[in-house]
RNA sequence: GGAGAGGUGACAGAGCGGCCGAUUGUGCUUCCCUGCUAAGGAAGUGUGGGCGCAAGCCCACCGUGGGUUCAAAUCCCACCCUCUCCGCCA
């Protein structure tokens, strides 16, 4: 969520950002909610100063039937107007989570997917002798009428060669992110001066409890998340979901920023409204693997964060030998958390079209703050850290692994890279 | 899942329903002492919020949420977490 005091301060600014993403709030609706709270703050903070003196007043002796009439009385009034305040804060909270952040100065005002930029084409379209199929096509290795019998529509048996490629390429794609000379060596190449510290490599738990699940302001009950029936609990839509919220309600010290962390795992979605949509081969499933990245630093290396994250990503690309483009997406196409949000979209050549595999998202303090992350700046200030959020390798890198070393005999070569660990 | 113990400030660790936002120790900061260090002495040292130009005043917070009471860290209930033992289990 935003600061309410940011929000107050520069409403007009935050009440644009809203509408250009597509959002109805109203901010003045917030603020003047905003006021009501406060003043009903203030109500119950003079009518609990009273009960405090008034107790104060009696502590020695037992006090008179007066007294504790008079006591009584503070109590039910200091009971209603909690009662209001109660109820004030309620909205006032649901309608703050729903502000969304403020887009970065260069992202892209649209109003649909065909306002975001392409920044850059990179890598070759591999050249075929034989028409090149769609991966769900190459059905030697992902069986899906197996999986529905069992599972339901949009879940994949991923089999045999393939299967052990997906691991292979997690596995490497986590050596790289932990590999010290690999992250300086990217750092170095995008002309980036920040800290070269590392990921460190994570397996987090796919579980989530709703109190913590709201705070990282990922919760999407009725399209994307899934609930478990019987307990509170709720499976991750992606790694890093779990993953910012390690530190909650935590203060971090200066000197450990940036703080990296690379996690593997399933990730599950509900895909409720995209009915109809890429319902062949693997590309939108309920359940899919991914290797993903998160960080946190102080503000002023926020943005740097955000551009290494692409360099990460566009450096694991090349080494794949994949062909893909760079989009920034506009204010209708990015997340409501996001500042600002970058795609990566690979070149599917079973497809004849790039298709979205990665994303790389720029949160600002915007979800740090929900979930009281914060961290002490140079001075000793405290102030809420700042997120960093973007897709490693996903099973989409795979899809697109398969279409571009396809063979004319339905097999799949493997990338050099992959090549000594299979 | 069953039985027991416990969750208090950076850490350790007290706390009788009113004198507890919280004893004390350690750590940390500043100062004094000191050739240096150690030891010693003094003061300070939580977070969030409201009002205020400010100094400051006030409110809330002792795992979380409810309740009892004129008054709750302290009593009651539920839940969460940690530890020990038992059971089950990859």
């Known amino acids: 969520m935003l600061d309410i005091q940011f929000i107050r301060e520069n409403q007009e600014l935050v009440q644009k950002a809203a ?32 009960r405090n003196e008034h107790a104060k007043s009696m502590k020695q002796g037992r006090p008179s039937e007066e007294q504790i009439a008079k006591g009584k009385e503070l109590k ?45 084409q990179c890598g070759t379209k591999p050249n075929f002798d034989f028409e090149p199929k769609p991966h769900w096509e190459l059905t030697n290795y992902i069986d899906q009428e197996r999986a529905a019998r069992i599972s339901g529509a949009r879940f994949a048996f991923i089999q045999g060669l393939v299967a052990k490629l997906e691991m292979a390429l997690m596995y490497w794609g986590m050596q790289q992110l932990s590999d010290p000379e690999v992250i300086a060596g990217i750092i170095s190449d995008a002309g980036l001066d920040i800290d070269p510290k590392p990921f460190t490599a994570m397996l987090p738990p796919v579980m989530m409890r709703t109190e913590a699940y709201k705070a990282t302001g990922r919760l999407k ?12 609990l709720w499976l991750i839509g992606s790694a890093e979901h779990s993953l910012c919220a390690y530190y909650k309600g935590e203060t971090l010290e200066h000197e450990q920023l940036p703080i990296r962390f690379v996690g593997y795992s399933p990730a599950f979605r509900r895909e409720v409204g995209s009915a109809g949509a890429d319902t062949r081969g693997i590309l939108r499933v309920h359940q899919f693997n991914k290797l993903e990245m998160e960080s946190f630093t102080d503000e002023e290396t926020s943005r740097a964060e955000h551009e290494f994250m692409i360099a990460v990503q566009e450096y694991l690309m090349a080494q794949l030998g994949l062909p893909y483009q760079v989009v920034l997406k506009c204010t209708f196409d990015m997340g409501g958390p996001n500042q600002r949000g970058v795609d990566i979209e690979t070149w599917m050549p079973g497809q004849q079209k790039y298709r979205e595999t990665h994303s790389a998202d720029l949160m600002g303090d915007y979800q740090a703050r929900g979930l009281q992350t914060k961290y002490k700046d140079a001075d000793g200030n405290k102030k809420v850290a700042y997120t960093n959020d973007a897709t490693a390798i996903a099973d989409r890198t795979l899809i697109a692994i398969i279409e571009n070393y396809q063979q004319p005999d339905g097999t799949i070569a493997i990338p050099e890279v992959l090549q000594p660990l299979m």
């Open 19 to 50: 509408t250009d993403k597509g959002s109805s709030v109203s901010i003045a609706e917030l603020v003047s909610l905003d006021d009501k709270r406060r003043s009903q703050i203030a109500q119950a903070d003079t009518l609990r100063q009273q």
């Open 76 to 120: 039910e009034q200091i009971a209603t107007v909690e009662a209001e305040l109660a109820s004030i804060n309620e909205t006032y909270s649901k309608l703050l989570y729903e502000i969304p952040n403020v887009p970065s100065h260069d992202t892209p005002v649209g109003s649909s997917e065909d306002d975001n930029q392409v920044l850059r």
């Open 221 to 232: 009950p009725n399209d994307v998340t899934f609930k478990l029936a019987d307990d509170d």
